[in-house]
């Protein structure tokens, strides 16, 4: 697998993921540990609520996002650790039998100002379903190695 | 425990969880399922990281504060569903043995242009660890449910 430092980002380069089929096991134990409300837990709660049927927490989407960032081909040097986020949305619900995938965006690179041999990569993961709809946006800066000399 | 409604809330209000103590073998079964990289796995690779230990998810530490936010007395009639967050940062690691809680502020209330019935609250929820340094900071937009009349 290539690593990928600073010098090899430039923008408009744009990463894929692989995909993952979103059991409903897996919302209502992700829910159950760290969002127990009942739209993440139940069907009926779920039809009754904005969401409009059971569906996992943003935050069990974003966490499932991370997993298929790391297991992609889109491997920084030194790892990826993020610095912040300028928005992250969740533009539609998750729901049981959902496929998602991540579609990696590099919006900016340039050298740290503060951390010597590392810089800032910009980019934005879109996390899109079957049908090609996002259900998650984010711009975010990740920590990534200047390559050694 | 008291719901709250749009007419509830307004800026300056600020809210408390409780807190939670981050276990060593949370930080790692979280990060072996949803971001399995090194440093959030290991010793050595956390020390030799920018993290300078073995420290949890972002996405480990956002979850854990979503539970806290979920158990507290901070209780929005209906539930609360993200509608976004304009910023997201992990200003510090959070490492085995830390203690966090969490401060919601309310920053403004409107009513919902497009879902007649609710309204938007918007929040800062900052994630304190025991030297009440911050290690998240988040500004989010929740739907919120209007008072019936």
New interface residues.
Partial sequence: MTQLYLQDLAPGQVFHTAAITVERDAIIR?AS???????HLDDAAGRD???GGLAA???HT???T??LY?DSDFRLA?????????????PRPVFPGDVLRVRIEILGARASKT?PG?GIVRMRCTTLNQRDEPVQI?VSAV?CRSRPD
């Fill in positions: 992700f540990e760290f969002d127990p409300q009942p739209f609520s904005p969401l927490s943003g935050w974003a966490a499932m991370m997993r790391v030194g790892g990826s650790i993020g610095a912040g986020m300028e928005e992250l949305r969740w951390r590392h984010y920590l």
